[in-house]
């Protein structure tokens, strides 16, 4: 049989499933890069006011750690600082959860086996997700290449900046097919392949802001930066990225020889003995499928809120630019650099706790696709209960989520300041967050509950709102736009006062929206 049988129509197949995440996806990452270029367009018209926003950013580090270190007063070279890490990241989420879903995924549901049954390599499902992954971030490189230069932008930065977030992309494709082939479960595949990418993310920041930074070359996200787009134009970083993603794809080819079908190189650990205390109920079931993951997302949004809470104060040295000054506020909610600073990370974490709660209705759905959703209901549980368990358990790993971040950042703000208050006054800002996070969590739920099919759809939910919450204010975007983000309706603590009313009606809001879910997943066949 062919090496090649079967690859072009799974590529079809795909293509087809995606029909509708694929454009989103790519709107996303063509949009925000035209986005950034229009807005830095018009806020820094002359000059004179580039300069002053490069100097404001040279002198804070913490700039450094987020966006990348900026490397030159050009319209082009302030886009590709403003843009080009945010781009990749959100190159790289997509790349991930685009393979793994067409790999270890559709393998895990026993589907992928029927289809490699027929006249199919069974190498032709790694291949067909690895090629459309990679079609989708060389099309999305090559239209922003295109699309920036009709800004004022030229044109080979413009295409420099495009193909190396298209690299990272590609990068991180392959880095998620290594996962597919070690894990026996997407969740594990998705959840092994993220924490690299944020290993990459925090040497890279290190590497921004510390005199060391030829550890940007440990990083596939810092490669991006190297590539300097207006600044020099290093198109040689590209083969770096290539070679890189020829490395990963041979390691996955290989580990896909090594493995049966079904399974992966390490083997699934046994469960605990039947009836056991971590595993009895619906509730008990719920822990033990979650604990595992929300233990790591707690360790990463720790080492997070440590990293940023230790930024602070170097904060005040943007009050250089008045420009900056203008964004931070926006972002923020305060003249106050320091506390437009926390209010505006305290929003980022607002935006992992949802990403949380979404990944556990998510799992809830691959419950019922694997079948063992039918094996539980056929016993005493009820699906109220079933689905709740799920959807509180959401709603709990959020809020601790976002007591780790708050107490992280506020912890390493009070050791610089020998004032333990701050723990108090950052933590209360982190839990402001919490009534949105269980908003997007409601409106994930209800979809799953009413339309699974389109489950993976609260995923772009999650980030429309993480755009109007994080990026659009920056981007002068109007109010009535903004406010279709519930993070937007938080108070922004410690910046504003501490507001219940916006709180109240959020949390009614996702009490509604729980309901709804109980009501709708009672009506439903199961498998639907």
Known sequence: MSAKAGVRE???????RDRIMLPLWAYALIGTTASTAYSIKGLYNTPASRQGLVDGITAAPTAAALYGKIYGSSLGAITAWRAAVVTALLAAVMSILLVVRHTRAEEQTGRLELVVSGAVDRFAPLAAALQLTMSVNLSVGVVIGVVLPFLGLPVAGAFLLG??????????AAVAAVTAQVFESSRSANGAAFAILGAFYLIRAVGDMSPASWLLWL?????VEQARPYTGDHWWVLILEL??????????????????FGSGILPSRPGPRVGG?????VFGLAWRLHRGTLAGWTFGVVVGAVAFGSFVKDINALTGSSRVEKIMSQLGGSQNMTNAYLATIMSVFGVLAAAYAVAVIVRARSEETSGRLETVLAGTAGRTRWVLSHVLFAAFGAGLLLV??????????ALRTHDMSAVGTVLGAAMAQWPAALVVAGFAAVLFAAAPTRTAGSWGLLGLFGFLTLIAPSLNAGQTILDLSPFNHVPKVPAAA???TPLVILTALALVLAGATVAAFRRRDVLA
């Open 10 to 16: 799974l590529v079809k197949l795909a293509a087809r």
């Open 163 to 172: 193909l190396s977030v298209a690299g990272v992309g590609i990068f991180f």
């Open 219 to 223: 990083s596939p996200v810092g490669w």
């Open 243 to 260: 070679l890189g993603t020829g490395v990963a794809v041979g390691m996955a080819a290989q580990l896909s020889r090594q493995r049966d």
């Open 277 to 281: 205390p971590d595993t009895r109920g």
């Open 404 to 413: 780790a971040g708050g107490l992280g950042a506020g912890l390493a703000d």
């Open 498 to 500: 501490y507001s219940v």
